[in-house]
């Protein structure tokens, strides 16, 4: 959430807390709160975050122990439980909070905040007006009725002493006639002169409020860009603020293939083409809630996404052994209380379910089938699933070694990022044992937003590398706009701030393009691991005798961008092959 707008995490406590428990990090003063108040909300090791405080979901249970509050976070899609103490108001801190952030992201949420208060003084305001000039109607309508009310009694005397001039029948029908008038008083006659009942508010009043626990409760699938939230059938809601329009449960394949009620944590969705999506809530409040399994857990490897991933298992309370070529790596996760494995085949033989997240194919076959390796440790019943990307011949060659020793194999490589890994929402992408994607649910639901089953083994493998295909090849092109635009002597931050305003806008547009606009291309992506997938997917459409032109073109321009000693930074490195 600094200079380099990275996203704002989950609010998901660090330690191994219960379900849906948040933990303080760092005290912020008690104060006295209540419903509808801005707030600054603490989130873990981040700087303070404006927010509102609303209504949670009805089906979503308050944490027991101290006090806490539902907060909406403005400018994300997060929300979180959060205990009072790390809350502030947002007025009397605004000053303060603006002085100590300067992220980008971060002047983004305060701007939408105060977006926020200018639309709702403008609908207090109009309130104001319309119901000023509705008391202004209602009092004009009882003059008018008290006046009216005036003529008729002096009609009606003047009538009555016609009456009594005339005959019996004249007296019967003028008593008629005062009878059914008297019945009525003058103000009830204002009132149905008057265009709405006394006392009921204008029509457009019931638009005025922000909509919040009714609009959680309804969730929709479909793309983030123009998302909108279907009114509630009870209350229907015109100008509802896109603040809080929150994104509760992520986008599957297909819009419209399920819909689920936010108590589903978990639900398998079959599709036509007869892949399989098991959707986590993308909310720290719900994931919060996950029930871990009881299965014991294995880790290999704690690279930039492994690290991330056991993270996640560990803070929603799974049984982690974990093992690292470099031992030093585990220390940290030993102190959060993670179990340590000797070797490979120690932890195979010691878990229930064992994952690996590994840099290659190599490094991938290195771990099962060298010395102490995972195939040492496999017997019947034991569980092995391979996270690293890696071609369909390599996955589909280590199933078969760990499948004739009786385990079962699931490969589950992820989409994503060392930050969403870190934030627990990676997209997996999973193939093989069907039995074994959904024993793994807790785990999948603890490390990402989304998994989908894509059938046999090999399938998840080249989806993965198309994904990254793509990725890489979009990257290289953003490297080559910018490049060609300081040539031509355009600037590079008016390209940004255009493309941000149009179709191609997105997170992954945008940090990038900032990593190179500030120089920092510390890795959230490995440059020399984008290249890899980039051979790899080429190959794939080789063997297919599918042209890749486009991925074939970007992989050299990666492999100049390794030339030049870029292979352990960031991706968006690749930039420095056109400028050298």
């Known amino acids: 959430m600094g200079a380099a707008t990275t996203p704002l995490p989950l609010a998901r406590a660090p330690g191994r807390p219960r379900a849906a428990r948040p933990v303080c990090v760092g005290k912020m003063a008690a104060v006295s709160l209540r419903l509808g108040d801005l707030v600054w909300g603490k989130l873990g090791r981040y700087p303070p975050w404006p927010g509102k405080i609303v209504n949670p979901p009805k089906d979503l249970k308050k944490p027991r122990g101290k006090k806490c509050f539902f907060v909406k976070f403005f400018g994300t899609e997060d929300h979180a439980w959060i205990k009072v103490e790390q809350l502030k108001p947002y007025h009397p801190h605004k000053e303060e909070m603006i002085k100590i952030n300067k992220g980008k992201r971060f002047q983004q949420a305060v701007d939408a905040v105060e977006e926020f208060l200018r639309k709702t003084k403008g609908k207090d305001q109009a309130s104001s007006h319309n119901s000023t000039e509705e008391k202004n109607r209602r009092n004009s309508s009882e003059e008018r009725g008290k006046q009216s009310a005036g003529e008729e009694k002096r009609k009606a005397s003047l009538s009555e002493g016609k009456v009594k001039k005339g005959t019996g029948e004249g007296k019967k029908r003028v008593s008629s006639v005062s009878s059914e008038r008297g019945s009525m008083s003058p103000l009830k006659r204002a009132q149905d002169q008057s265009p709405r009942k006394r006392g009921r ?110 993270s996640n298992l560990l803070k929603m309370g799974h049984t982690v052994t974990v093992w690292n070529r470099t ?78 020793r009786g385990g079962r194999f699931l490969e589950a490589p992820v989409s994503g990022n060392q930050q969403l890994s870190n934030d627990g929402m990676l997209v997996i992408l999973a193939a093989g044992d069907r039995g074994l994607y959904e024993d793994c649910s807790s785990c999948f639901q603890a490390m990402g937003k989304t998994s989908f089953f894509l059938g046999e083994v090999g399938n998840a493998a080249k989806m993965m590398l198309i994904v990254n295909m793509v990725q890489g090849s979009f990257m290289a092109t953003i490297a080559e706009g910018l490049t060609l635009a300081q040539v031509t002597g355009q600037s590079q931050q008016t390209l940004l701030d255009i493309l941000n305003q149009g179709q191609l806008a997105s997170i992954f547009l945008d940090q990038k393009c900032q990593n190179i606009l500030q120089g920092n291309f510390k890795p959230d992506f490995y440059l020399k691991y984008i290249q890899k997938d980039l051979r790899l997917a080429i190959a794939l459409g080789d063997s297919v005798n599918h042209p890749t032109p486009m991925a074939a073109a970007a992989n050299e321009v990666y492999k100049r961008a390794k030339a030049l000693d870029q292979s352990d930074n960031d991706m968006s490195a690749v930039y420095r092959a056109y400028i050298h």
Not at 206 to 215: A, F, G, I, R
Not at 345 to 350: D, G, L, M, P, Q
Not at 378 to 398: F, Q
């Open 201 to 310: 508010p204008p029509k457009d009043e019931k638009d005025l409020t922000v909509p919040e626990s009714s609009t959680v409760k309804r969730v929709m699938t479909g793309t983030v860009a123009g998302f909108k939230w279907p009114p509630s059938v009870s209350e229907p809601v015109k100008d509802s603020d896109p603040h809080f329009h929150h994104f509760l449960l992520s986008q599957t394949e297909k819009p419209a293939v399920c819909y689920q009620a936010i108590t589903k944590k978990l639900k398998v969705c079959e599709e036509e083409t007869g892949s399989t999506s098991i959707q986590a809530a993308d909310s720290t409040a719900v994931n919060g809630s996950i029930t871990p399994t009881d299965k014991k857990i294995g880790f290999l490897g704690l690279g930039l996404m492994g690290s991330g991933i056991v």
């Open 327 to 404: 031992a030093e790596k585990c220390d940290l996760f030993i102190q959060e209380g993670a179990r340590l494995g000797r070797t490979p085949a120690e932890v195979v033989s010691t878990c229930d379910i064992t994952f690996a997240c590994v840099s290659d194919p190599k490094a991938a076959k290195d771990l099962v089938l060298g010395p102490s390796g995972v195939l040492q440790g496999i017997r019947p019943g034991k569980c092995y699933v391979d996270m690293s990307t890696v071609d369909a011949d390599t996955v589909t060659e280590l199933a078969q070694v760990i499948v004739s």
